[in-house]
């Protein structure tokens, strides 16, 4: 009777260099067999610069790969079918001077948006009605109302978005964390299926 074997391929790993693909850097495995280790290190694929920096390895290539070699072993596939490999070189660090453009654009940007919004909304004249019908008088500058108005919107903007530069509120991920995840999920079906080798038109003979 030949050893069952289960693989779980990992759905994305990220690398800093052109390497040696094993098993298991793109998949786990579980087995009783005293092969395990030996499984492990089982060459898969060898990275080059001509694979750039994304690609797709199959389950169904490396359950073939490994029966060439294991013809003794049952290979189940549970999970994921395809691992996408992602190569990011380390990066040098990012200048302050950008750092602080940077910074000082998306400050003046999101001022210069906060600022057109209560304009095209009328926000100052909608304060100015709200304390006349508090107190009875007219005032051109309700600051009572604008200076608590304008800290609530920093306040609220802070704990929508869960964080205080690193530091988090608490586990719940933010609208924009939920937005960023559905992104990946949804770019990396997109790579999984247009550049998985088997989807390859030139390959379907």
Not at 34 to 56: G, H, M
Not at 145 to 163: D, K
Not at 168 to 186: H, K
Request: hydrophobic share 40%; net charge negative.
């Amino acid at each position: 009777m030949a050893e069952l074997v289960y693989i779980r391929m990992r759905k994305k790993i990220v690398l800093e260099t052109w390497q040696e693909l094993k098993l298991k850097d793109i998949a786990y495995i579980s087995t009783q067999s005293n092969k395990k280790e030996l499984l492990e290190d089982t060459s898969i694929y060898r990275l080059s610069k001509k694979d750039k920096n994304i690609l797709v390895i199959d389950s169904f290539l490396v359950i073939d790969h490994l029966t060439k070699e294991y013809s003794d072993i049952e290979f189940q596939l549970l999970g994921p079918e395809q691992t996408l490999i992602q190569i990011e070189p380390r990066k040098k660090a990012t200048h302050p001077l950008v750092l602080t453009f940077v910074w000082l654009l998306l400050f003046v940007g999101s001022a210069m948006t906060i600022m057109n919004f209560h304009y095209d909304v009328s926000m100052q004249p909608v304060q100015q009605k709200l304390h006349f019908l508090l107190t009875g008088t007219e005032n051109e500058y309700p600051l009572w109302i604008q200076i608590p108005y304008s800290l609530g919107l920093g306040v609220g903007t802070i704990l929508f978005f869960n964080h205080w530069f690193k530091k988090r509120f608490n586990e719940e991920p933010s609208p924009l964390e939920v937005e960023i995840f559905n992104y990946q999920q949804d770019l990396q079906q997109y790579i999984n299926t247009m550049e998985n080798e088997l989807n390859d038109p030139r390959n379907s003979s």
